[in-house]
């Protein structure tokens, strides 16, 4: 700031201000005693002043486009910086904080010339580029001015007007105390401190001989660590206690010590010194000792946790191996244990159940596209591992979740009934904790996963028992979906009752189930139009056109299977030949069987 008007005058030709230096400074004594330095020091520290500044104007100016804007905030800044010095008293007072100093001045700036200085929001033509400018450079200037030790030793008589007079209301035991008013006013020597400052700091002196057990001695130490810190008065209460505290943080600390019976020669011998260090109330050898253990017991710490390391990374190896082995003789309990192990030594604990859950989609998708069925089952096991290692409900129902469908893909798969019936259990146990008050999407699709299960669950049984309760989940589903406005799912659970009902039907030979089957298909497509959703209304007319073929059929009549060649026709369009082969080749099957009868 004390160059701002330097830079001005490169920029908008404007002069420095007459005082810029003594007025940032804080008057006239403090300016003096700068300037008092040797006169090379002197002229050193006005060069780094000055190019400071000098960077920090170029820096505002270069930004502030605005001609007029910037001519107004320096001439708005000659006009107040007469009236704003800071006294010695006031820089005290702000603990030589620079932001706090340039604060204040903002605000003397204010009460001087409203009309450039009131603060009246952000981006204000009259106001925000004078304020701006005026508390930047300030900044800037007492961020300077603070680091110059001539300058704080000028300000020395400022913060150290006695403050600690009041000890001598301590009641006095001997000889030590009176001795410690004596030092500490030979000192201080004048008592220029609030009363309720110095009431603060007797208090917390008394604190300390009658609560924490301070000698005389070790009280003396601590107003002299006080007072060589060189601090404002309002300071020294509050730094007392913290000095204090320090003193018995160190004790603690040493406390701590003597209770490990680990310690290496070196550093018993070490904790011996401390213990003599505290016991004379050295503080300062005290803090250099246990320092010393610390760094020496952090070196003992790095070389343990090297050869913990060392010792992770080869138990590491050797679980690569056996989940290798395990995987290439297809045992999915010993795969899924080593991966657990592998796992609990990359994540903490706390996220070893998500990291399971994680690990198990990834082993469920490789073998869903590849067809590779003990990744299914591998996924299955590390998904149980990973609800049993759950936190809370939500944790292992996502794990649950997760874990029914792998079990219902690997029952189509491999046929196993027991493999479906544990898919279906687990559903039902999600089934329990979700309920309609709960998570409406969660409960409705976890009803079409456990649907799902029934139905080839049924199917494998020829339980028409089973596949009603699938159709009830589905119906349930369907209903949540319609009230969440989910038209996707809706569909999705549409789709899957028409299957329901088409297994049903085969199983019991009633063909109104079909019928029935026709509706829930004429549902989803509401939604799955061709031009939506091309694929799912493929599926789903595939589906209109099988049902209507099975009812042509069972009841001889070939309107039906007019509507179902005329669905495979039209599935035929999406289902183009060069684009999904395979499929094409089913509806053309259908259509050459039903064409040649």
């Keep these: 700031m004390l160059i701002a008007a330097s830079v001005a005058a490169a920029s908008t030709q404007l002069p420095l201000p007459n005082g810029v230096i003594e007025s940032l400074a804080?008057?006239?004594?403090?300016?003096?005693?700068?300037?008092?330095?040797?006169?090379?020091?002197?002229?050193?520290?006005?060069?780094?002043?000055?190019?400071?500044?000098?960077?920090?104007?170029?820096?505002?100016?270069?930004?502030?486009?605005?001609?007029?804007?910037?001519?107004?905030?320096?001439?708005?800044f000659e006009e107040v910086l007469p009236f704003c010095a800071l006294t010695p008293s006031e820089i005290a007072g702000r603990a030589l904080s620079p932001t706090a100093m340039a604060d204040l001045f903002l605000t003397k700036a204010a009460q001087r010339l409203p009309e450039a200085y009131a603060d009246r929001g952000e981006r204000h033509p009259d106001t925000y580029a004078p304020r701006q400018f005026l508390h930047r450079l300030t900044l800037r200037a007492y961020t300077d001015l603070i680091a110059e030790p001539g300058y704080v030793t000028s300000l020395a008589p400022a913060l150290w007007q006695a403050a600690l007079g009041g000890l001598d209301r301590i009641e006095r035991t001997g000889e030590d105390t009176h001795r410690i008013v004596t030092d500490v006013r030979a000192q201080l020597q004048a008592l220029a401190v609030s009363n309720a400052d110095r009431q603060a700091l007797v208090d917390q002196i008394t604190q300390l001989r009658t609560e924490k057990a301070a000698t005389d001695t070790l009280i003396a130490t601590f107003l002299q660590r006080l007072i060589d810190q060189n601090l404002p008065p309002d300071q020294f209460q509050p730094s007392l206690n913290a000095i204090a505290e320090a003193w018995f943080g160190m004790k603690a600390e040493l406390e701590r010590l003597a209770r490990n019976s680990n310690l290496s020669p070196e550093l018993d011998s070490l904790r011996a010194a401390a213990k003599a260090a505290y016991a004379a109330e050295d503080s300062a050898e005290l803090r250099r000792l246990l320092d010393l253990i610390a760094m020496r017991q952090k070196a003992d710490f790095s070389d343990l946790t090297a050869r913990l390391d060392q010792q992770k990374a080869e138990y590491a190896e050797t679980l690569t191996s056996q989940l290798a082995l395990a995987q290439a003789e297809m045992?999915?309990?010993?795969?899924?244990?080593?991966?657990?192990?592998?796992?609990?030594?990359?994540?903490?604990?706390?996220?070893?159940?998500?990291?399971?859950?994680?690990?198990?989609?990834?082993?469920?998708?490789?073998?869903?596209?590849?067809?590779?069925?003990?990744?299914?089952?591998?996924?299955?096991?590390?998904?149980?591992?990973?609800?049993?290692?759950?936190?809370?409900?939500?944790?292992?129902?996502?794990?649950?979740?997760?874990?029914?469908?792998?079990?219902?893909?690997?029952?189509?798969?491999?046929?196993?009934?027991?493999?479906?019936?544990?898919?279906?259990?687990?559903?039902?146990?999600?089934?329990?904790?979700?309920?309609?008050?709960?998570?409406?999407?969660?409960?409705?699709?976890?009803?079409?996963?456990?649907?799902?299960?029934?139905?080839?669950?049924?199917?494998?049984?020829?339980?028409?028992?089973?596949?009603?309760?699938?159709?009830?989940?589905?119906?349930?589903?369907?209903?949540?979906?319609?009230?969440?406005?989910?038209?996707?799912?809706?569909?999705?659970?549409?789709?899957?009752?028409?299957?329901?009902?088409?297994?049903?039907?085969?199983?019991?030979?009633?063909?109104?189930?079909?019928?029935?089957?026709?509706?829930?298909?004429?549902?989803?497509?509401?939604?799955?139009?061709?031009?939506?959703?091309?694929?799912?209304?493929?599926?789903?007319?595939?589906?209109?056109?099988?049902?209507?073929?099975?009812?042509?059929?069972?009841?001889?009549?070939?309107?039906?299977?007019?509507?179902?060649?005329?669905?495979?026709?039209?599935?035929?369009?999406?289902?183009?030949?060069?684009?999904?082969k395979q499929d094409w080749a089913l509806v053309q099957v259908n259509l050459s069987r039903f064409r040649t009868h």
């Design 26 to 76: 804080g008057g006239g004594s403090l300016w003096t005693g700068l300037r008092n330095q040797a006169r090379t020091d002197a002229d050193q520290t006005l060069k780094r002043l000055k190019a400071s500044l000098a960077t920090e104007w170029q820096a505002w100016s270069s930004a502030q486009t605005d001609a007029r804007l910037r001519a107004h905030a320096v001439a708005s």
């Design 331 to 580: 045992r999915a309990e010993d795969a899924a244990r080593h991966i657990v192990d592998r796992l609990s030594l990359e994540c903490p604990k706390p996220g070893l159940s998500a990291a399971l859950r994680e690990e198990s989609d990834r082993r469920f998708e490789t073998g869903r596209v590849r067809g590779h069925v003990f990744d299914i089952r591998l996924a299955v096991v590390l998904a149980m591992e990973s609800a049993d290692l759950a936190l809370d409900v939500a944790q292992r129902r996502a794990a649950q979740f997760c874990c029914a469908i792998y079990l219902s893909h690997l029952g189509r798969i491999d046929g196993g009934l027991a493999t479906l019936q544990h898919s279906v259990e687990i559903n039902r146990e999600i089934l329990s904790t979700v309920t309609p008050d709960t998570d409406l999407a969660e409960r409705a699709s976890t009803l079409n996963n456990y649907a799902g299960a029934l139905q080839m669950y049924g199917y494998r049984e020829c339980n028409a028992e089973t596949l009603l309760a699938a159709v009830d989940a589905l119906e349930q589903a369907k209903e949540i979906w319609r009230e969440l406005n989910d038209g996707a799912r809706f569909a999705l659970a549409s789709h899957n009752l028409g299957a329901c009902k088409n297994t049903l039907a085969s199983i019991t030979g009633l063909p109104f189930f079909r019928h029935e089957a026709l509706d829930a298909y004429e549902e989803a497509l509401l939604v799955r139009t061709r031009a939506r959703d091309p694929e799912e209304w493929a599926m789903t007319m595939t589906n209109i056109g099988n049902t209507l073929s099975s009812l042509a059929s069972a009841e001889a009549n070939s309107e039906l299977l007019d509507r179902a060649i005329n669905c495979y026709e039209e599935v035929k369009e999406v289902w183009t030949f060069s684009e999904r």
